[in-house]
């Protein structure tokens, strides 16, 4: 999506519940504790992966995607499917998407990333950075410099 920004991504934290949970430092009944809510999104609103669960290892994972935003109001919170992003996107200022990873056969769940989408993502021509020019004795070396606002330009 063209307006995906402010991307965290919560792999290493999700692979050291994964080695936490071989060594026996964490109960699977701790980790697979998917609520009832979030195993039927999972069922009607989640996208199939080809990933097989790394605690079960008997289904795919599925991810589930929410939404939350001012803009939403009441639909704040509600799980959607991937397909219907790019529509809000376009039509809220801004919102953020958390993905969680399911597994409907054991309940494991876990936080995968979360962004930010909406219109205020959309650079137009007017918004696009400039590269500041910065001579150098003899000739003109480019790099990214600071704005007059304070903010770096890249």
């Not at 995906?4 to 009944?29: C, E, F, H, K, M």
């Not at 990873?101 to 650079?123: M, P």
Request: proline letters at 4%.
């Amino acid at each position: 999506m063209r307006t995906q920004r402010q991307i965290v991504d919560y792999s290493l934290q999700r692979r050291a519940v994964l080695r936490d949970v071989r060594n026996g430092r964490i109960g699977t009944l701790e980790v697979c504790d998917a609520s009832p809510y979030l195993r039927n999104a999972a069922t009607f609103h989640g996208e199939p992966t080809e990933e097989r669960c790394p605690i079960c290892r008997r289904e795919n994972l599925t991810l589930v995607h929410y939404v939350y935003g001012d803009e939403l109001k009441q639909s704040a919170g509600q799980a959607r499917k991937l397909a219907e992003l790019p529509d809000l996107a376009v039509t809220l200022r801004e919102f953020q998407v958390f993905v969680v990873e399911v597994c409907r056969s054991c309940s494991w769940n876990h936080l995968i990333e979360r962004f930010v989408l909406g219109r205020d993502g959309l650079v137009t021509d007017e918004t696009l950075p400039t590269e500041v020019m910065v001579s150098s004795g003899g000739g003109g070396s480019r790099r990214n410099g600071p704005s007059q606002s304070g903010e770096v330009r890249r």
